[in-house]
């Protein structure tokens, strides 16, 4: 799958408190620049910005300009990072054969399938925490009794 693509990404975040967000920024921008599928060409961190005073969420954001080898890296990199918009500057267009398009659709379908069942064992584990929780506020109860 030849043709490098260029593109540009917004990748956003949302947390607090504002230190984690901007941990968690600096980690992301770590990763992609350890990322042997592309490579970073430019950079704009936004600063975390108090969104919500009530809650204490802050958001910020990278825009990232990045190159890749082939559009099958490009893709991977949306269906991982989850970027808010994404904008392809180069080539102005992209002729896809039926295998190179096939590869794409299944490492996206991988993802979703690791995700999903990430997922299920998340569920499950707050379903033994819950019961767990559950037990222990009844021996509280009757403790207190």
Do not use: W
């Not at 968690?24 to 592309?38: A, H, M, N």
């Amino acid at each position: 799958m030849g043709n490098k693509v260029i593109l540009k990404a917004i990748i956003d975040i949302a947390g607090k408190p504002e230190s984690l967000v901007s941990k968690t920024l600096d980690k992301v921008l770590e990763k992609l620049e350890g990322d042997e599928t592309l490579e970073v060409v430019d950079v704009i961190k936004a600063e975390p910005d108090l969104q919500d005073e009530q809650s204490g969420m802050y958001t910020a954001f990278l825009e990232v300009e990045l190159e890749f080898l082939n559009i099958r890296y490009a893709m991977s990199f949306i269906v991982e990072y989850l970027p808010t918009s994404v904008e392809i500057l180069e080539p102005s267009s992209i002729k896809v054969t039926n295998e190179q398009l096939t590869e794409v659709l299944n490492d996206m379908a991988h993802f979703q399938i690791k995700n999903l069942n990430e997922n299920h064992k998340f569920k499950a584990h707050n379903h033994i925490l819950q019961k767990q929780i559950k037990e222990l506020e009844d021996k509280l109860k009757i403790s207190n009794q």
